[in-house]
């Protein structure tokens, strides 16, 4: 249920309201529009909770919320949310770049890169220190030492770091050195790992399975926000499909829907939905066209010699052409995309 408060409700009225859900046995979460507060009731007693409301000073009015996914639903907040983490915004008409290689290899490797991408535009630099790969004989990452490593690259740049997070226990080891935790495809729907970073005061990029619904998607991300975590970004990265011509299927209208049925933003992972270089820096400006609220692309000084993804990493100088390609897009579609450079 969503209780929706008059438009002079004081702090104080907000605070009892929420006060009276938690006494009910629900979950309360308040969540400030532009316009008015509204407080989304979560749990089964319904109509026991629209009678309570009816009477209670400051309350304009309580309603269903119909979608499966609460706290998601533009039905609770129909503002579009802006997610910071240090140098990184992504929504409300801001498409933050995230750009990095798949893998950090050593210092060099990714102090060079930071340097670059954040020269060409990006506002928060992606590496992975914990790697899970389909082969268990892959490179695994260097774990804490890599996340060492992206602590010095934003100290030397001050980009904000994106790294995933692979497992529960590893939570508070990588939001020491993160400024947003990534959950990758495989572990979209690891319930336990999602409300452990649901716990953390971090940014969170929920990248969607590739055999995922959206409603799934959507469902994965209400964990995190259940436990109070607000600062959720959604990641289209492609789904499974019968077609062979590229790693996975990249559909770009996830972005126009989710924008419909979500305030949440929406990053697009043009990487890994074609897992061709070649075909990455149209599908940035793609994304851009259709006012995504952010890509997460994979650049490397040497593709060739990468430790892993290199066939669909742009070098820097493509990764510069197509961030050109991107801001003169943005500009014609009126929102920001990437720094000022």
Do not use: W
């Amino acid at each position: 249920m969503i209780i929706v408060m008059k438009r002079d409700a004081t702090g104080e009225m907000v605070q009892h309201a929420a006060e009276k859900v938690e006494k009910l046995g629900l979950k309360a979460h308040v969540i400030q529009g532009t316009e008015r507060t509204v407080i989304a009731a979560i749990g089964d007693k319904r109509e026991e909770m629209r009678e309570s409301f009816e009477t209670v000073a400051g309350v304009s009015k309580v309603v269903p919320i119909l979608a499966p996914y609460k706290v998601a639903s533009r039905e609770v907040k129909p503002e579009p949310t802006l997610v910071k983490a240090g140098s990184l915004e992504v929504g409300n008409g801001k498409c933050g770049v995230i750009a990095g290689p798949c893998s950090v290899e050593s210092e060099d490797q990714i102090v060079q890169t930071a340097r670059s991408v954040k020269a060409a535009g990006a506002t928060a630099l992606r590496g992975g220190a914990f790697k899970p790969r389909t082969s268990p004989y892959s490179f695994q990452g260097l774990k804490e030492e890599g996340l060492k490593m992206l602590a010095t690259a934003r100290e030397e740049t001050g980009l904000a770091i994106v790294t995933e997070v692979v497992a529960s226990e590893d939570v508070a080891l990588v939001a020491k050195y993160a400024d947003v935790l990534q959950i990758g495809a495989r572990n979209m729907q690891n319930y336990r790992l999602l409300e452990e970073v649901g716990r953390v005061d971090r940014a969170v990029l929920l990248k969607r399975g590739p055999s995922a619904t959206i409603d799934e998607l959507l469902l994965a991300a209400e964990y995190i926000l259940n436990e109070g975590n607000s600062r959720v970004m959604l990641c289209e990265r492609g789904i499974r499909t019968f077609e062979s011509h590229t790693r996975f299927t990249l559909p770009l209208a996830t972005v126009t829907y989710l924008h419909q049925k979500t305030h949440l933003p929406v990053v697009i992972d043009p990487s890994h939905g074609t897992g061709h270089a070649s075909l990455v820096p149209d599908m940035c400006v793609a994304s851009v066209a259709i006012k995504a609220d952010g890509i997460i692309v994979e650049v490397h000084p040497e593709p060739d010699e990468a430790m892993s993804d290199g066939y669909q990493s742009l070098d820097l100088p493509s990764f510069t052409e197509t961030m050109t390609r991107c801001r003169a897009v943005a500009n014609a579609v009126g929102i920001q995309c990437g720094a000022d450079v």
